[in-house]
């Protein structure tokens, strides 16, 4: 979609995932019953040709690990058009989806709610357009972007989103892949000689490829290899499921460092490193079967690491070595997909220059008020906001899909708050909304 290219909006939203997804529809709720010159105007700028949401991970059969009443809007206002439920009248499937009797759509689906909400959206939003900074110019944000002619705003919304991590020393090929783009990876794989496959990792994705690997290729192995014993059980139980709550994530940012680092170990279960129980069972079920049978393809290499791995083309070999017996077995396997999770894209690469305006705290991570708006110096004129990047100071839910409904009405009512007459931003506006860190 094209925009005007002499418009200064009051809100560029730079990445346009689930998180801007959801503050362009919390925008247009704002907006519906304003006058022009008192609504808040924004466009959104996405690197991808079309909306999409980790589509190398959409495998067959696996599920969302929360309920679908945290959607993009619900919690804000469960009267929405934007809802779960009002997606699956309009696909004709709500009676369907209720006899399930299930909180848990299937990742596929609910990628094709988000789709659907994204083509139904009053922003602009312009796809194929890579953000290569943001700088002041005047009283404005200058959002450049490759290829494209910059747009400018009163203020910024970073939604950059998470970038896959490989362990150190690990180069990436044809063979050796993170997980986030497996089912691209497997597509161009090169012919299979050695019907092998290692996946790393013990966390519910590594479990997913496994299992998606054991299916999907019936006459090759799939060694899962990690340092725990054996998979952890996520905790999804209804008390620590609180750490989620909208009121979680206030009492979060209000307490002390100390207290948050403590409250991120109780609860890393919820999240980290952990997997659904059935999924845990049904791995268990298969690799005792096979080992009854004779017949085995199902390896779970607990307390073991990968200690070396050479990739020479036509396959890898890879060296497992286990941890506690101090052995080690070697194997030539096909591919091994990295499930080793995700970082932050830095501020430095969304904001270029503009980044050393942003006040960090002393392990470098952005200090960012309670409205998600970050602390930044007094000649930065309008609101860089961030979505992502804030579990330090917002809670476990940063990096989820658990609060994006009331955290994007939070952000418009941060923007409405700093609108003077009139429905623009004001100039000069202080840089320190809310109680800082």
């Known amino acids: 979609m094209g925009i005007d290219g002499n418009a200064t909006f009051d809100v560029v939203g730079v990445g346009f995932g689930p998180s801007n997804l959801a503050l362009a529809i919390a925008l247009e709720d704002h907006n519906r019953d304003l006058a022009a010159p008192d609504q808040i105007t924004s466009c959104f700028v996405e690197k991808q040709s079309r909306f999409g949401w980790h589509r190398g991970m959409l495998l067959p059969g696996t599920t969302m690990q929360i309920s679908f009443l945290k959607d993009l809007v619900t919690q804000r206002d469960a009267t929405s058009r934007y809802s779960f439920l009002n997606y699956l009248s309009e696909r004709g499937r709500l009676n369907h989806f209720i006899n399930q009797q299930s909180f848990f759509p299937t990742r596929i689906e609910f990628h094709d709610y988000l789709e659907w909400a994204a083509g139904h959206v009053a922003s602009p939003v312009l796809y194929g357009a890579q953000a290569t900074g943001v700088r002041q110019a005047g009283d404005v944000f200058e959002v450049s972007m490759s290829g494209r002619a910059p747009v400018t705003a009163r203020n910024v919304v970073l939604a950059g989103g998470l970038r896959a991590k490989l362990p150190d020393g690990v180069t990436p090929s044809a063979r050796v892949f993170h997980n986030h783009q497996l089912l691209d990876h497997l597509k161009v794989l090169p012919t299979p000689t050695h019907h ?40 999804d139980s209804p008390y620590a499921n609180r750490i989620f709550d909208p009121d979680a994530v206030a009492e979060f940012h209000g307490t002390s460092v100390e207290h948050r680092q403590q409250l991120m170990d109780y609860h890393r279960a919820t999240n980290y490193s952990a997997v659904d129980l059935p999924l845990i069972e049904e791995l268990y079920r298969r690799e005792y079967s096979e080992r009854v049978s004779g017949r085995r393809r199902l390896f779970v290499h607990g307390a073991s690491e990968i200690s070396d791995m050479v990739d020479y083309g036509d396959g890898v070999t890879v060296r497992i070595g286990h941890r506690a017996r101090q052995c080690h077995t070697e194997i030539n396997c096909d591919a091994i997909v990295y499930a080793t999770g995700f970082g932050p894209v830095g501020i430095a690469e969304l904001l270029g220059p503009l980044a050393a305006e942003c006040e960090t705290d002393a392990q470098g991570r952005p200090l960012v008020d309670r409205d998600y708006r970050m602390v930044t110096s007094d000649r930065v004129k309008g609101g860089i906001y961030l979505q992502g990047n804030t579990e330090h100071t917002h809670g476990l839910t940063s990096t989820l899909l658990s609060n994006l409904a009331v955290r994007s009405g939070e952000l418009v009512d941060s923007l409405a708050a700093s609108q003077r007459v009139g429905g623009r931003v004001e100039d000069g506006a202080s840089s320190h909304v809310g109680e800082s860190v």
């Open 196 to 235: 092998r496959y290692v996946v790393v990792g013990a966390g519910q994705s590594a479990a997913e490829v496994a299992a998606y690997l054991h299916d999907s290729y019936p006459e090759a192995q799939v060694h899962a290899v990690f340092g725990k014993y054996g998979y952890t059980p996520a905790d």
